[in-house]
């Protein structure tokens, strides 16, 4: 199918009628350029999801770009343009454009090219037919390789032959399954999975971080139980968690969550919490995604879960770290009540933190040097006294109740003034 015959249309959308785009295609019109969206824009448009980004391609080169752009007075920032993309930069909404590229030489994971004026050879290079749309301005869609019908279907399909697409470049085995996740409908494409399965042993030349940001953008879909079996049955996924992971509880989790979380669902995934701190490294997840990961794998050790409301906001508490310990908590709840683990009942405990402030301690050493108790440990042992006493008491006691507890402790140890 192509646009020439008239049948497929680019439904109309609110990023189409953008000022911001419109003074970008405005400057290509004025010079006779051609230009198209491309990529996700397109698919997404096509089923009716939103769209983020607008990204565009046109048959001129990078320089000839530059010199349209500024001299439509357009901000260009070159992100990569020794492979074509320049960013156009309107009122602070970037919009990359590329010029259309073939593949001249690959190893796997990076890929030298030479810049073509021919919009069916670029298409050729992408990695799947719904990715490989392009559409004019006026919504003209150009479908060189069936897409649109494969995206109609649910169906992840490789350009040409799937064999030849990953071993352009291996990550396109995660991008497979990740896509799967969220645009596929079963079954998969057995071609696909044939060569996902074959080219698996390669993972390993892959970088971490890019092996990271597409397992990560996978866990993110509605249901990513599908497709991570999917994974595990191609003898993808035990690549990247060391094993295959257990699907049964990830699914029991998708089933309670309000929002999808990666690094939850990660935690899920995994069987044996001590090998998490090694999946971390293996993947470089950032510092904050690691301390999250490890603090809700604690669900596998019952002894950590509360047992009511007042335990519960005591662990937040003794995190220390305010807004973060709470989130970490409730992940923990989420994930007990996933695998039917706690005293308590955990979604109700876990509601029960929904919006709760996580308080600070109302008074400070300076208090208790105040009260006459000379500077050293004497003042740090007295303040986790007191601490305990009020998070024993849920919390409630105000300043004065806490000096009034202080006092009577210094009293007690025979400390402050006479």
């Given at each position: 199918?192509?646009?020439?015959?008239?049948?497929?249309?680019?439904?109309?959308?609110?990023?189409?009628?953008?000022?911001?785009?419109?003074?970008?295609?405005?400057?290509?019109?004025?010079?006779?350029?051609?230009?198209?969206?491309?990529?996700?824009?397109?698919?997404?448009?096509?089923?009716?999801?939103?769209?983020?980004?607008?990204?565009?391609?046109?048959?001129?080169?990078?320089?000839?770009?530059?010199?349209?752009?500024?001299?439509?007075?357009?901000?260009?920032?070159?992100?990569?343009?020794?492979?074509?993309?320049?960013?156009?930069?309107?009122?602070?909404?970037?919009?990359?454009?590329?010029?259309?590229?073939?593949?001249?030489?690959?190893d796997g994971r990076h890929?030298?090219?030479?810049?073509?004026?021919?919009?069916?050879?670029?298409?050729?290079?992408?990695?799947?037919?719904?990715?490989?749309?392009?559409a004019t301005p006026d919504g003209s869609v150009y479908d060189y390789f069936g897409g649109v019908t494969d995206l109609q279907a649910g169906r992840v399909r490789f350009v040409g032959s799937a064999h030849e697409r990953i071993a352009e470049d291996r990550l396109r085995i995660l991008r497979f399954f990740r896509f799967h996740a969220h645009y596929g409908r079963p079954p998969p494409d057995a071609e696909a999975m044939s060569?996902?399965?074959?080219?698996?042993?390669?993972?390993?030349?892959?970088?971490?971080?890019?092996?990271?940001?597409?397992?990560?953008?996978?866990?993110?879909?509605p249901d990513p139980v599908p497709a991570w079996q999917l994974m595990a049955d191609a003898g993808v996924a035990s690549r990247i968690l060391g094993e295959d992971g257990r699907t049964d509880r990830l699914a029991r989790l998708v089933a309670l969550e309000d929002v999808p979380d990666p690094i939850r669902r990660l935690a899920a995934l995994a069987r044996d919490p001590d090998a998490l701190p090694a999946l971390a490294a293996r993947l470089k997840l950032s510092n904050a995604d690691r301390a999250r990961l490890l603090s809700i794998a604690d669900i596998a050790r019952p002894a950590s879960l509360p047992a009511d409301l007042p335990e519960a906001r005591r662990l937040v508490y003794a995190t220390g770290r305010g807004e973060v310990g709470l989130a970490e908590v409730r992940d923990r709840l989420l994930l007990a009540a996933a695998d039917g683990q706690g005293a308590g009942d955990p979604l109700s405990l876990r509601r029960g933190l929904e919006g709760w402030p996580v308080p600070r301690l109302p008074i400070s050493g300076g208090d208790?040097?105040?009260?006459?108790?000379?500077?050293?440990?004497?003042?740090?042992?007295?303040?986790?006294?007191?601490?305990?006493?009020?998070?024993?008491?849920?919390?409630?006691?105000?300043?004065?109740?806490?000096?009034?507890e202080l006092q009577r402790r210094i009293a007690e140890a025979g400390l402050g003034d006479p």
């Open positions: 199918m192509s646009a020439t015959d008239g049948r497929t249309s680019l439904p109309p959308a609110p990023w189409r009628r953008s000022m911001e785009l419109g003074k970008v295609l405005a400057a290509f019109a004025d010079a006779g350029a051609d230009i198209r969206f491309v990529g996700g824009c397109v698919r997404d448009t096509l089923i009716g999801r939103p769209t983020k980004d607008v990204d565009l391609a046109t048959p001129l080169e990078p320089d000839t770009v530059v010199a349209l752009l500024t001299g439509a007075g357009i901000k260009v920032v070159p992100t990569g343009i020794a492979h074509g993309t320049v960013t156009a930069v309107v009122d602070k909404r970037p919009f990359e454009i590329t010029t259309l590229r073939v593949d001249v030489e690959t890929a030298v090219v030479a810049f073509t004026e021919d919009w069916r050879a670029d298409a050729a290079r992408r990695d799947f037919t719904m990715n490989a749309l392009s060569a996902c399965r074959v080219e698996a042993e390669h993972l390993g030349r892959l970088s971490a971080e890019r092996v990271r940001d597409e397992t990560l953008k996978l866990l993110t879909a208790a040097v105040a009260l006459g108790v000379p500077p050293g440990p004497e003042v740090g042992d007295l303040l986790v006294q007191v601490e305990t006493w009020w998070a024993d008491g849920s919390f409630v006691a105000g300043r004065e109740a806490c000096l009034a």
